[in-house]
C-alpha cells in the first residue's frame, strides 16, 4: 500500500457529499492566499468574519465570501431552482 500524497494546494476541492460537482468549489481557480494577507491583513481577517465587498473606482466590484458562506448561496439557489455563480470556462 502506498502511502497518499498531501494535496497540492491548488488542486480542486474534492465534493463532501454526492452533488453536481458544478454546485460546489471544484470548477473555480485558486489562488493561494498568503501573498494578499501579507499585503492586506485586515481585509483577510474582516473576510473570515464575512462577505467583504471591494470596490473599484468608487463602485462595487468584487465579493469576498467565506466558502461556507458561498455553499450556502449555492444551496439555497439549487433550491429555488436559480442560477448559481456563472463559471468561464478559458
Same mark, same amino acid.
Given at each position: ?27 473555480? %481557480? ?35 465570501? %467565506? ?17 448559481? %455563480? ?5
Amino acid at each position: 500500500m502506498t502511502a497518499r500524497r498531501p494535496p497540492h494546494p491548488d488542486e480542486a476541492v474534492r465534493p463532501t457529499r454526492d452533488v453536481d460537482p458544478r454546485e460546489g468549489m471544484e470548477r473555480f %481557480p485558486r489562488a493561494d492566499i498568503s501573498v494578499l494577507e501579507t499585503a492586506q491583513p485586515k481585509l483577510i481577517d474582516a473576510a473570515l468574519r464575512g462577505a467583504v465587498v471591494l470596490t473599484r473606482h468608487g463602485r462595487d466590484a468584487f465579493v469576498l465570501l %467565506p466558502v461556507d458562506e458561498f455553499q450556502s448561496l449555492a444551496r439555497e439557489a439549487m433550491a429555488r431552482r436559480i442560477g448559481g %455563480p456563472k463559471v468561464i470556462e478559458g
